[in-house]
């Protein structure tokens, strides 16, 4: 069993009070791990240590490119590692392999793409009159506390950490309590390249204790968020002590729109991709599946025929295309959200189950589950579920469809199917979300923005806009003609007034 430490100003450290948690596989209820769980007290330390290293400016005073450096080295690193660290997302997570294998090239990417992007010329400058040259640089924030949630560990980290150190910051970052062990791993790679002793700290704790001291502590500069919209709402009120630059990637409920004319195929695979991998616990899922009405019948029997070849298991297993939920309490919310759609009187056409049969009773797997005949106005349609269950609406027209798709709280997402280019066009304009596509569903880049509208958050990670949201930006105005201004010279004024009226 692995034992899992903390890293503080440079050092691997335990808690003080030797208070540990199990972490679990969640395909076979093993222990795998046991990590610390840092007191309020150890976070301050962290936090104290990386405001150190933030103000002597030992990694803020390196050059782009010196940072860039670091940033490639850490790539390489995790490149090299890649098949350790997916057998260890996979098994923490209980996600198949290969999506596994595609997070942690994920991470890579991310890596290099902020080493390429902060050395690229960035900024503004501007002239006015009198005369004056002014420019716009970024600068990092400072300190910044980092709290991850479970479903893409070491994925998130590198969505945040990456920028954040390609920007000049400091770190203190907090996995989420049931998923540490990648980010343990990126912490030893952190390590290893040689990042200087404070500039990242790793503290692993509970998100009352450790997760709200980051966001309350006066000592941060900023909160970077991704987790559940409740948690970013008490975030937000945390922060406000010291009105600390705020991130938060929160929830999501997002419509996948599939119109008529749409390619019939294509529209069906990527429904069950959007909903399916990972289990379903993907913040941008496509959990609402928009059909017109004349395909509605058609489409639900393709899907529901294939979501019930979908082969669900250990991750372990080469043939499993989906994986178990992260544990035992997430697996019975889930399935209390599908308890719920049926007594709201929503008709279940595919699973709906707890999986027990074939080696899978110790762990947490639930069927891939389809509900019809939904009204807007039920609590699967309107609710983050986090889990292999999707929810489908039926449309009339194209106004309906704007309609039902902008009707929940949340805005991170959303798919539109449609041969009709101005069409498809038309309708992602309408719908308030940030991440998008047409004809394609669940697509994530280093490049683009990240980031939700309405409750499902604040601000953008990822492309330039991830650099930028790790960075303050300061205008330096350069006066081009040195002399004063003898704005308060009221005796030459004065003089020169009566002169004036003389005349
Ligand atoms: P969560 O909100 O329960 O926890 C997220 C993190 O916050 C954990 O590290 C937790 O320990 C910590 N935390 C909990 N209470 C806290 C508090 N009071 N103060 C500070 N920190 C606290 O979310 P989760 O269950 O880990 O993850 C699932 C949620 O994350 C879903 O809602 C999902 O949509 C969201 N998510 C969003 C994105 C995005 O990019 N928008 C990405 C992944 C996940």
């Known amino acids: 069993m692995l034992k899992l430490k903390m890293f503080i100003n440079g050092e691997w450290v335990q808690a003080a009070d030797q208070e540990t948690r199990k972490v679990i596989n969640p395909a076979t209820n093993e222990v795998i791990a046991e990590a610390e769980r840092a007191s309020v007290e150890e976070t301050r330390t962290a936090i104290a240590a990386a405001r150190q290293a933030f103000d002597s400016g030992v990694w803020s005073d ?117 998923t540490p062990i990648t980010t343990i791993k990126l912490f030893e790679i952190l390590e290893e390249v040689g990042i200087p002793a404070g500039v990242v700290n790793l503290v692993t704790g509970g998100g009352s204790t450790v997760g709200n001291e980051l966001a309350e502590s006066d000592q941060v500069d900023m909160v970077s968020f991704t987790g559940s919209t409740e948690v970013g709402r008490s975030i937000m009120k945390a922060a406000a002590g010291n009105i600390k630059k705020t991130a938060l990637e929160l929830g999501g409920k997002s419509p996948n729109i599939v119109f008529a004319d749409a390619d019939f195929e294509t529209a069906v695979d990527y429904a069950l991709y959007g909903i399916f991998v990972n289990a379903g616990q993907v913040c941008n899922a496509g959990s609402r599946l ?37 544990s035992e309490g997430h697996m019975n919310t889930v399935l209390d959200y599908i308890q719920a759609g049926i007594d709201e009187g929503a008709e279940l056409v595919c699973g709906g189950k707890r999986i027990t049969s074939d080696g ?136 020169e007034s009566e002169l004036q009226v003389t005349r």
């Open 62 to 178: 390196l050059s782009a490119a010196e940072r860039a450096s670091y940033l490639f080295k850490i790539a390489d690193k995790l490149e090299e590692k890649a098949a350790e660290l997916s057998a260890l997302e996979m098994a923490n997570v209980g996600k198949p392999l290969r999506e596994a294998e595609f997070d942690i090239a994920d991470a890579v990417d991310c890596f290099r793409y902020y080493g390429g992007l902060v050395t690229k010329p960035n900024g503004q400058t501007y002239e006015v009159a009198d005369p004056v040259q002014g420019l716009i640089v970024r600068e990092p924030v400072g300190v910044c506390g980092m709290i991850a949630p479970w479903n893409f560990p070491l994925l998130t980290g590198a969505w945040k950490i990456a920028p954040a150190l390609a920007a000049g910051n400091t770190i203190v970052f907090k996995p989420s309590e049931i």
């Open 290 to 326: 928009l059909l017109e009405e004349s395909i509605h019948d058609k489409f639900v029997d393709s899907l529901v025929r294939k979501a019930k070849d979908i082969r669900v298991g250990r991750g372990d297993d080469p043939t499993t295309d989906m994986g178990a939920l992260v």
């Open 360 to 495: 899978l009773g110790q762990g947490y797997f639930v069927e891939p589950t389809i509900f019809i005949n939904t009204t807007p106005d039920m609590k699967i349609v309107q609710e983050e579920i986090f889990g292999p269950v999707l929810v489908i609406q039926k449309f009339k027209d194209e106004a309906e469809a704007i309609e039902l798709a902008n009707d929940t709280p949340y805005g991170l997402a959303a798919g539109v199917f449609s041969q009709d280019g101005a069409k498809a066009l038309r309708v992602i304009k309408k719908i308030r979300a940030g991440i998008t596509s047409i004809n394609a569903y669940n697509l994530a880049y280093a490049e683009a923005p990240w980031g939700g509208y309405k409750q499902s958050g604040l601000g953008r990670g990822l492309g330039t806009f991830g650099l930028d949201e790790f960075s303050e930006v300061k205008q330096i105005n350069i006066n081009l003609d040195v002399s004063p201004t003898g704005w308060f010279d009221t005796e030459e004024a004065s003089k």
